[in-house]
């Protein structure tokens, strides 16, 4: 992907901040708004209407006519690709302003939504729009004088959670899958963040997808989010978040026997033998960690470094933190904002001190930066042990613990002691090695000699408690699909 100077609009028009339900832009029916805040700042970014159970309803019931002999319901399979590849098209016309409002809402680089964030977007689109017309079952020889074949057909209504650390590409995530297998979505984007998702649902209307196809209701999770879980007339939940949240909505979804998929949290290993290209290996577990604050799911926040080279590891991430550029997250030559919100601050800053306090050495950062917007320094902890709860828990912020190794079949047992298994990754030139470690992981992405690369193509999703189901590439299609097997006597 080529990296651009980003054009940065600092101030990017606001245009959509109403729930889009049928595709009408409608105040919530309470008539409630919530505060979005820019984390740069802490300043109130505008108003939002705040969606609960009636705005849900009335999405539900749009999703639910396009999906019953609606126009969606009716269209070529070939049809439903053209549009999503016009959807991908306009938000690539409007690939700037997109970028400025994710960081504006989330506080990310603008570098990181111009060159990362928003190409994955379009990229994702497009790669689903290839897929809407290659769909297909197969036919079974079954036993008996009869012919059976399966064939594949969209799920239905989706109710889609996401969370705030990827706003616009987790609606891309969900959206591009559920639109080629010909489902219809009600989305409830992250209180924190609703605004690209916001402006992505108008583009979606402008490239020509039928009115219904898409509604957003923005609103709390505990209100809108759970009426979306509870609503007799969804078939499926996908949802990206934390465990506890999953948890609820497992329980909840059961009434209604909804198909779920979860991609939920981490604690990801990732492993530097003494072997390795040690330039490469620190430039990546560094970037493993930091990128996007610290705030990734798959964040490679245990590193394990072999003993022989552990202090150099160190010193070297140290060295890097020191030079790390914070600050204000539109300037084109920052590295880390700010965290999304007080809460996370809180809770970066509280493990901080659960670190000092389980004996760990906390050799950069450990503090807030300055005092206003959600700034934490680039934390590095050396000497962590794996009982420690910077080790066990997942910290979502620039806080990495480094640990020790020595033996490699310990190694292993380490890396695999969590409830966690979303991601993991091994730096080293020896073949078999990389190959012996990524078959023992148990994680649901391996990457070795490198981190965070994700392409649409490739399945993304967690053994363990870090998942149901998988999204990106054929698995994330499968699973909005269901299965029908037909059976004639010939
Ligand atoms: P969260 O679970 O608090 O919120 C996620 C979404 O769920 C939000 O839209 C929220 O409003 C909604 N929600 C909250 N309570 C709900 C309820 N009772 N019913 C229905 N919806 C509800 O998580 P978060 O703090 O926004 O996100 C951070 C977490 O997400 C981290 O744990 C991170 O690891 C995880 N995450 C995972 C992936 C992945 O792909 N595996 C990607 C991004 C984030």
Request: aromatic fraction near 8%; charge should be negative.
């Amino acid at each position: 992907m080529a990296t651009v100077v980003p054009q940065v609009l600092s101030a990017p028009p606001i245009r959509h901040t109403e729930c889009f339900i049928g595709g009408k832009w409608t105040s919530s029916v309470s008539g409630k708004t919530f505060d979005t805040i820019n984390p740069a700042t802490e300043e109130v970014i505008c108003q939002v209407a705040e969606g609960d159970k009636a705005d849900i309803d009335a999405a539900v019931d749009a999703a639910r006519a396009q999906f019953d002999g609606g126009e969606w319901s009716k269209l070529d399979a070939r049809d439903r690709s053209l549009l999503m590849n016009r959807l991908a098209d306009l938000i690539e016309s409007e690939i700037d302003e997109l970028a400025a409002l994710e960081t504006l809402d989330n506080g990310k680089p603008i570098s990181d939504a111009r060159n990362a964030d928003l190409p994955l977007v379009v990229d994702c689109l497009r790669y689903y729009a290839g897929w809407a017309d290659k769909i297909h079952g197969a036919t079974i020889p079954i036993r008996g004088d009869y012919f059976c074949y399966t064939k594949r057909e969209p799920v239905g209504v989706v109710g889609q959670i996401i969370p705030w650390n990827f706003p616009a590409l987790m609606a891309a995530w969900k959206w591009g899958p559920a639109l080629a297998a010909g489902c219809t979505i009600v989305m409830k984007p992250a209180e924190q963040t609703p605004l690209t998702c916001l402006r992505m649902a108008h583009l979606a209307q402008q490239a020509g997808i039928p009115d219904g196809v898409i509604n957003v209701v923005p609103g709390y999770g505990p209100t809108a989010g759970a009426a979306l879980v509870e609503h007799p007339g969804v078939d499926k939940i996908a949802f990206t978040g934390e465990l506890a949240t999953a948890k609820i909505i497992q329980r909840a979804a059961t009434e209604t026997m909804k198909r779920l998929t979860f991609e939920l949290g981490g604690k990801s290993p990732n492993v530097i033998f003494a072997d390795a290209d040690l330039d490469a290996a620190i430039a990546g577990a560094h970037f493993a960690l930091y990128f996007n604050q610290g705030q990734c799911c798959c964040a490679g926040s245990r590193l394990f470094v072999e003993d022989s080279v552990y202090d150099e590891v160190v010193d070297r991430i140290a060295s890097r933190n020191r030079e790390h550029v914070v600050g204000d997250p539109f300037d084109p030559a920052t590295r880390q904002g700010p965290q999304v919100d007080q809460a996370q601050l809180d809770k970066v800053l509280q493990y901080v001190d659960y670190g000092k306090q389980d004996g760990a050495s906390c050799v950069t950062g450990g503090n807030r930066l300055g005092d206003r917007g959600y700034y934490v320094e680039p934390t590095l902890f050396a000497g962590v042990t794996d009982d420690m709860r910077i080790a066990r828990d997942e910290i979502f912020g620039p806080v990495l613990s480094v640990l020790k190794f020595s033996d490699v079949d310990e190694l292993v047992r380490r890396a695999n002691n969590t409830n966690f298994g979303l991601a993991a990754a091994v730096w080293t030139r020896d073949v078999a090695k990389a190959h012996r470690f990524a078959d023992q992981v148990r994680a649901g992405t391996v990457w070795v000699n490198c981190y965070d690369v994700f392409d649409a193509g490739a399945p993304f999703g967690g053994f363990k408690q870090s998942g149901i189901g998988r999204e990106l590439g054929e698995a994330g299609l499968a699973a909005y699909t269901e299965v029908k097997t037909v059976t004639m006597s010939l």
